[in-house]
């Protein structure tokens, strides 16, 4: 992409790798979101570009479409959907940074979550548009709150950035691609995969849904294991912030979110579990990686 000569993308060769592949989706994804100083903005929309994000992204749809599980039939959509995460059986890592895990390793973990936590909630502000007024207005609540309720300063993507500098992390967007795991790629792939596509709105609420009703516990863990460690207060105030406003957001994004776009859309029932799905399933796949790495 640097050179902007892309008339030769037609005759390039097939991802050797599950992880180059993810790699050159998450660069072509980046496009849409801040890009990069040394390539051309212009070729955000390059049809031959395009054409391999569109091949990439149909292998990686069909990936994860073979690994869902039976949904809940329609019927109590916020009874069924807690039920259905509260089921889910997967690994963790919060419970093991709480109680077990060295400093070298929480580094390791938080450069790896600088790929999402930099650019936070921003694949959810594609939906917008795309939402009845009801739900856009359910999801720019959310929003609000996650985008720092109108003070730059309180951005949740800020607030892991001064957590991250104030830890002697480097803190530039991208900073740490390089050391990301195919898992942790997948995640980040799935939600600008999700959030891109029209058609997998849904998929995206879900994954939404899943994500906040998943995170409030995670996060009081993590703030326990970030104080145990002696990390800076800015960084354990990142996690402790989401103690609070998850648990408040599981609800909204469950209830009055997805609730309400299913009584509009009842026929992309399925999806919505698929996003949620997808959301546990990658991170629980992230964790089990990482649990096996330092018990080696």
């Known amino acids: 992409m640097r050179s902007a000569d892309t008339s030769t993308l037609a005759q390039a060769p097939q991802a050797e790798s599950a992880q180059d592949a993810h790699l050159t989706l998450w660069a072509l994804y980046e496009q849409h979101y801040r890009g990069f100083d040394d390539v051309a903005g212009e070729l955000e929309w ?5 054409s391999i994000r569109r091949k990439l992204e149909q292998d990686f749809e069909q990936t994860l479409r073979a690994r869902i599980p039976q949904f809940p039939a329609p019927g109590n959509f916020a009874e069924d959907f807690f039920g259905f995460v509260a089921d889910f059986d997967g690994a963790s890592l919060s419970g093991h940074v709480q109680r077990k895990a060295t400093k070298e390793q929480v580094c390791q973990l938080l450069r790896h979550r600088t790929v999402y936590h930099l650019k936070e909630s921003d694949h959810t502000t594609w939906l917008i548009p795309r939402l009845s007024d009801r739900v856009k207005a359910a999801v720019m609540e959310l929003q609000f709150d996650e985008y720092g309720a109108g003070d730059p300063q309180r951005l949740h993507a800020h607030l892991f950035r001064r ?41 995206s609420l879900g994954f939404l849904a899943a994500f ?12 326990a294991g970030l104080q ?18 998850d648990a408040v957001h599981e609800q909204l994004a469950v209830r009055t979110i997805c609730g309400a776009f299913l009584e509009e859309e009842p026929q992309l029932h399925d999806d919505v579990y698929f996003g949620a799905w997808t959301s546990m399933d990658l991170e629980a796949r992230y964790a089990a990686r990482m649990l096996k790495e330092w018990a080696a």
């Open 46 to 50: 390059d049809p031959l570009l395009l």
């Open 212 to 223: 906040e009703t998943t995170s409030s516990a995670p996060s009081r863990r993590m703030a």
């Open 163 to 203: 957590g991250i500098e104030d830890s002697g992390l480097d803190s530039e967007y991208g900073a740490y691609i390089n050391e990301a795991p195919l898992e942790i790629l997948e995640e980040n792939n799935a939600m600008s995969l999700f959030g891109l596509n029209r058609r997998l709105r849904a998929a």
């Open 228 to 245: 145990r460690l002696g990390f800076p207060a800015s960084m354990v105030e990142y996690y402790t912030e989401h103690v609070e406003a």
